[in-house]
């Protein structure tokens, strides 16, 4: 390992933790105040061509594949690093955040995957950021468990056999991390999460057979992904492992982001190992960069967008057939249910929602796919099992059948389904119910039977936003106003007050997180991210 200076990294304005000390080390810091110093420049870059290139939208309302890459994707020379042992087979993953209790009950589920999530199944408390790297070190050297206080059940690990193999989702590139600063400046709360993860576990989990590898979210960019490549190769450099040890999975899970497939696999070809097709942030994204684009932009109720509509079928069968001709995994989206204890058949109704998703995605060619609870580990692993069998993925499968034109990803007007007044209401009534939550520290959070995470924030706002600016006229004849989401929201807050008690609502942030829903929602000028500004109020 190359010796680094003293890290100029300060802990600002954070309440000492148990056991920090062993995450936070001077080695540590000194490590991702390199990271900073080299790599946050070119982030500000990127970012600022993201402001660009959302102005370019706004002013033609279309998107193409880029002509400075054709080559890139003429080239059928190409491919992507083999897939390591342990991320040949994925064939079922599941989400979810790295508290005591989730680490767990993820790497015992059965699934091949879990991904340990620092970003949208997280809220980025100062606890959070910490404890959940410690937790993951924690399980690779086998001294986690956790008892449950209310229940009093305990959790210990499995034969390590049996574990699922770790992928770490570090926070996207537009999150700061504000407690630790280099002379007065945040560091990237990217930077913060690979870096301390990578440090402290690259070594640990090559003797363990496996290997630091990462989900990289909302990636806008080729460029992005050239960024990301760059981290890793310096990374390994620095610890003296092997380059092409990492291996990073690209979430697809913004509209530019799907024109440039090709170009992200290329850019991390020694370090790609898929892509995944991520559902509510793809349509956050399109309301965010069609904003201005007029009528055939407006997205109906969000349930309404499921993964069969043209244009997200277009886009999901794209990504089965890029990936397949670079030799990389496809990883179709999330079954977001949360079973109940007490309703069998809403258990029914919805197990077969879900198995019907799955089959689509294994026939389709996908290679595994996301869940959020353990319960739908078996659902989804009988549909790929069905497919697959003993093979551990369908690479081979090149759909060459598939052919895909720059405006079928954006034809949001072939969808037959139209903006509803119920639809308004639940947007609200999710929007605030999970705002609450994050802004008490919790990132994944149940809500009518559904796991929820930012994304479903980001979509709820979105939504609400653009059908008042859109001036839809709902069937019942209401015309989508700003004074109408605010009466539908304080309706929503009586409704919740009355559901939990004078108490529970007193002490929870209620009136906090239906103020911001209205902020980000109703505001003219559009917030990039809502977890900005609640990030400033999260404490």
């Given at each position: ?21 062993e995450v936070l080390t001077d080695a540590a810091l000194a490590f991702v105040a390199e990271l900073h110093r080299l790599f946050t420049p070119r982030r500000d870059e990127l970012l600022a061509r993201r402001a660009e290139r959302r102005a370019e939208i706004a002013a033609t309302s279309t998107l193409d594949f880029l002509p400075e890459t054709a080559a890139v994707r003429a080239d059928d020379s190409w491919k992507v690093a083999e897939a390591p042992a342990a991320l040949n087979d994925r064939r079922v ?447």
């Amino acid at each position: 390992m190359s010796a680094l200076a003293p890290s100029p990294l300060a802990i600002v304005d954070a309440e000492p933790l148990p056991r920090q000390e062993e995450v936070l080390t001077d080695a540590a810091l000194a490590f991702v105040a390199e990271l900073h110093r080299l790599f946050t420049p070119r982030r500000d870059e990127l970012l600022a061509r993201r402001a660009e290139r959302r102005a370019e939208i706004a002013a033609t309302s279309t998107l193409d594949f880029l002509p400075e890459t054709a080559a890139v994707r003429a080239d059928d020379s190409w491919k992507v690093a083999e897939a390591p042992a342990a991320l040949n087979d994925r064939r079922v993953e599941i989400t979810g955040p790295t508290d005591r209790k989730m680490t767990i009950n993820a790497l015992n589920s059965g699934a091949r995957v879990w991904l340990a999530d620092f970003e949208d199944a997280s809220a980025p408390t100062w606890e959070n950021v910490v404890l959940g790297q410690l937790n993951l070190t924690d399980a690779y050297e086998r001294r986690i468990d956790f008892t449950d206080e209310r229940t009093g059940k305990s959790y210990a690990l499995k034969d390590a056999a049996e574990l699922a193999t770790v992928v770490m989702r570090p926070r996207g590139w537009h999150l700061d991390e504000r407690h630790l600063q280099v002379e007065g400046r945040p560091v990237p709360g990217a930077l913060v999460d690979f870096g301390l993860y990578f440090f402290h576990n690259a070594k640990r989990l090559i003797e363990l057979g496996k290997g630091p590898y990462f989900y990289l979210p909302k990636t806008e960019s080729y460029l992005e992904a050239r960024l990301w490549n760059d981290i890793f190769v310096f990374a390994q450099d620095h610890l003296g492992i092997p380059q092409g040890t990492v291996r990073a999975t690209v979430l697809i899970e913004t509209i530019t982001a799907a024109y440039q497939m090709e170009e992200i696999l290329y850019e991390l070809r020694d370090h790609a190992s898929g892509l995944n097709a991520g559902r509510w942030d793809y349509l956050f994204s399109i309301v965010k960069n069609f904003r201005d684009g007029g009528e055939k932009f407006v997205l109906p109720d969000r349930n309404a967008v499921t993964m069969t509509a043209p244009f997200m079928r277009a886009y999901t069968e794209l990504l089965v057939r890029t990936c397949h001709k670079r030799g990389a995994h496809a990883i179709g989206g999330m079954a977001a249910f949360i079973p109940s204890r007490k309703d069998a058949e809403v258990n029914k109704v919805a197990f077969e929602k879900v198995k019907n998703d799955k089959d689509r995605e294994a026939a389709d060619g996908f290679d595994g796919s996301w869940v959020a609870h353990p319960d739908l580990v078996p659902i989804a692993m009988k549909s790929f099992d069905a497919v697959l069998g003993d093979k551990p993925n369908q690479k081979d499968r090149l759909r060459e059948d598939v052919h895909v034109s720059a405006a079928d990803l954006i034809a949001v007007d072939s969808l037959d389904a139209k903006p509803t007044y119920d639809g308004l209401v639940n947007a609200v009534q999710v929007g605030i119910r999970y705002i609450e939550a994050w802004l008490r520290g919790l990132g994944a959070v149940a809500i009518f039977n559904l796991m929820e995470d930012a994304a479903t924030a980001e979509i709820s706002r979105s939504q609400i936003w653009q059908w008042i600016n859109a001036g839809v006229v709902f069937e019942n004849g209401e015309r989508a106003t700003a004074d109408l989401a605010r009466e539908v929201a304080a309706r929503e807050l009586d409704a919740i007050r009355a559901e939990i008690g004078d108490e529970a609502f007193a002490a929870g942030k209620w009136q906090q997180a239906h103020d911001l829903l209205l902020q980000v929602s109703l505001d003219e000028d559009y917030a990039d991210f809502l977890t900005l500004p609640a990030y400033e109020q999260l404490r």
